[in-house]
């Protein structure tokens, strides 16, 4: 029977991490700068997941992978080193009340409490062989993000900041149109001369005797002062 201090506890990122590194690179030398690199953690928990690895049997003492790693790196070998693994680690009674393939989580707890572990304890220890109690390799897929890279790359507006810019865009045609028709009404060009619009009424007093020759040189009058352009 395997001493209860010597249960390992090993994290499924760990497990699934060290498995990656050895189906890339089989002769790989798993020590703690590599690990701390791969996963992300320090050192001094690397020295601690590689001596797990190396009481079940996964590396040798110069942090290679062992036969056994080598075929637990293999899909069609996987279950076969797991259940040699779990024999090699764990008592008989263990293994006939959670058989590998078939365990029950609560019942793990419940063996490992009785082995006078803590809670978290017992839940940690049962968790890994629960893990190593799994026949099929069954690495939990990276997480990936559902937005496309374009998607990624453009700044999302808010909803208010999209609001504001058409009525800012609409505001300033408008502003447009309106000194565009002040131009118009202010600069009216003719022969070259710009000049200001001027509203001007005049009163005309013809005298009730006057006859028609004569009225009608008052308007030729009034219409070449007023409104033909003046020479240049």
Do not use: C
């Not at 809670?119 to 190593?132: E, I, W």
Request: no cysteine.
């Amino acid at each position: 029977m395997a001493d209860k201090a010597r249960y390992p506890q090993i994290p499924s990122t760990v497990w699934w991490g060290v498995r990656a590194i050895l189906q890339k690179t089989p002769s790989a030398t798993i020590d703690e700068r590599l690990l701390g690199v791969q996963l992300g953690v320090q050192e001094a928990a690397s020295r601690a997941y590689i001596n797990e690895l190396k009481s079940v049997g996964i590396l040798t003492d110069e942090s290679k992978a062992s036969p056994l790693a080598q075929k637990w790196r293999l899909d069609e070998s996987y279950a076969e080193a797991v259940t040699e693994i779990i024999e090699d680690v764990y008592p008989e009674g263990l293994r006939h009340l959670a058989p590998p393939g078939d365990a029950e989580r609560q019942k793990v707890v419940s063996w490992f409490l009785r082995e006078g572990l803590g809670q978290g304890a017992a839940g940690n220890k049962a968790a890994t062989y629960l893990l190593l109690a799994s026949l099929t390799p069954n690495e939990a897929p990276k997480p990936t993000s559902k937005a496309s890279p374009e998607s990624n790359s453009k700044p999302r507006q808010a909803k208010g900041q999209q609001m504001v810019k058409p009525k800012r865009e609409a505001a300033a045609r408008d502003d447009q149109s309106r000194q565009d028709n002040h131009d118009k009404d202010v600069r009216r060009t003719k022969g070259g001369v710009e000049t200001l619009p001027l509203n001007v009424n005049v009163q005309i007093h013809i005298s009730a005797d006057a006859g028609s020759e004569q009225i009608e040189s008052i308007f030729q009058a009034m219409r070449r002062y007023l409104y033909d352009a003046p020479d240049t």
